[in-house]
């Protein structure tokens, strides 16, 4: 598995991204510092995923940055991507690693510390631990946990943590005190009229947050 650097981890929404397009905002975030795409399409089919995604990877190709894509196993196979993320109620994380083999990145989500602590490190790389705040981007999210909710399961998760749910600049140093290795953002970036300087501002605070 390549190196993975969590700290600022974009979850594209289709919705949000809707005047930029979901490529031009992931190439201006990164621009700004975004150290890992996620293709998050609810909506899609695995053609428009695999359509999308090939997008995202030339347009993120060079830049360092890791592409991920939720879900669809097909779809992150066939885009080459570097990763895919699962949830609790998809494929399981072991069939998972096997159809993607091992060389690609698998993330995980969970939300409960009885979830983080059954995370097995030979299969998944990171877990995304939250919501630490309820957000609008995911309703049917389980309770928030606020940042001693997410130090809990982060304190018992055996791979590198990546904090989401509700997230902004300002909750850096939270998020990093708490112990997850970054922070996963959508609005914050996707809703924003300019997503470069929106990743700078981030990718500046963890900067700081951890000198």
Same mark, same amino acid.
Request: glycine share 10%; proline share 5%.
């Given at each position: 598995?390549?190196?993975?650097?969590?700290?600022?981890?974009?979850?594209?929404?289709?919705?949000?991204?809707?005047?930029?397009g979901?490529?031009?905002?992931?190439?201006a975030?990164?621009?700004?510092?975004?150290?890992?795409?996620?293709l998050r399409?609810?909506?899609?089919?695995?053609?428009?995923?695999?359509?999308?995604?090939?997008a995202?990877?030339?347009?993120?190709?060079g830049?360092?940055?890791?592409?991920?894509?939720?879900?669809?196993?097909?779809?992150a196979?066939a885009?080459?991507?570097d990763?895919?993320?699962?949830g609790?109620?998809?494929?399981?994380?072991?069939?998972?690693?096997?159809?993607?083999?091992?060389?690609?990145?698998?993330?995980?989500?969970?939300?409960?510390?009885?979830? =983080?602590a059954?995370? *097995?490190?030979? %299969?998944?790389?990171?877990? &995304? $631990?939250?919501? !630490?705040? /309820?957000?609008?981007?995911? #309703?049917?999210?389980?309770?928030?946990?606020?940042?001693?909710?997410?130090?809990r399961?982060v304190?018992?998760?055996?791979?590198?943590?990546?904090?989401?749910?509700?997230?902004?600049? =300002?909750?850096?140093? *939270?998020?990093? %005190?708490?112990?997850?290795? &970054? $922070?996963?953002? !959508?609005? /914050?970036?996707?809703g924003? #009229?300019?997503?470069?300087?929106a990743?700078?501002e981030i990718?500046?605070?963890?900067?700081?947050?951890?000198?």
């Amino acid at each position: 598995m390549r190196n993975l650097d969590l700290s600022l981890y974009l979850v594209l929404d289709p919705g949000l991204c809707a005047t930029l397009g979901m490529v031009e905002t992931a190439r201006a975030a990164v621009a700004g510092g975004a150290t890992v795409v996620q293709l998050r399409d609810k909506h899609a089919d695995t053609a428009r995923m695999i359509e999308t995604g090939r997008a995202l990877k030339v347009a993120l190709s060079g830049t360092g940055a890791v592409l991920i894509v939720n879900d669809d196993v097909e779809a992150a196979i066939a885009i080459g991507a570097d990763g895919l993320h699962i949830g609790q109620d998809d494929i399981d994380a072991i069939t998972a690693r096997q159809l993607i083999g091992p060389d690609m990145i698998l993330g995980l989500s969970a939300e409960t510390a009885a979830l =983080a602590a059954a995370i *097995d490190p030979a %299969a998944v790389d990171y877990a &995304g $631990l939250g919501p !630490v705040f /309820a957000t609008a981007t995911k #309703p049917d999210h389980k309770p928030a946990l606020g940042f001693e909710g997410l130090s809990r399961l982060v304190k018992v998760c055996p791979v590198p943590v990546v904090a989401i749910g509700g997230l902004k600049s =300002a909750h850096v140093g *939270d998020v990093l %005190a708490a112990g997850a290795d &970054g $922070l996963a953002v !959508v609005s /914050a970036i996707c809703g924003t #009229p300019d997503p470069q300087l929106a990743a700078r501002e981030i990718a500046e605070n963890m900067i700081k947050a951890r000198t």
